[in-house]
């Protein structure tokens, strides 16, 4: 019996070092901060459903979210906006704050003709 908890244990602590690994190397934002989708997407003239599905299914409104994709790119903020395009409109740096980050997904919807097609979400 003391054998499983030594192993159950062990198991539990190479997971949460291998989670804390990937957040680490991944958090170019810091903490969470939860923000209203709506307000957000309000601020601009798109498809508003469209934008909250987006958004939700990206960061879930968390402003400071973070994901590395296999290529090794990071996608940053509400709108989760890839780190190939932060220097087109957030100076190089990841665009944690809203409302760069809201700037850095206008830039991106009309790259792609006023669409959503720049995100992986999209469908």
Known sequence: MKFAHIVAFLALVALVSANNRTRAYCDVCGDSMMVDISSWCA????????????????????????????????????????????????????????????????????????TWKYWATCS
């Open 43 to 114: 601020q601009y003239s798109w498809n508003q459903e469209n934008c909250k599905c987006i958004v939700q299914h990206e960061s879930g409104g968390n402003a400071h979210a973070c994901n590395k994709n296999g290529d090794g790119s990071i996608d940053a903020g509400l709108w989760q906006v890839n780190q190939m395009n932060w220097a087109s409109c957030s100076g190089g740096a990841a665009p944690c704050d809203p409302s760069t980050n809201l700037g850095c997904a206008i830039k991106v919807y009309n790259w792609g003709g006023s």
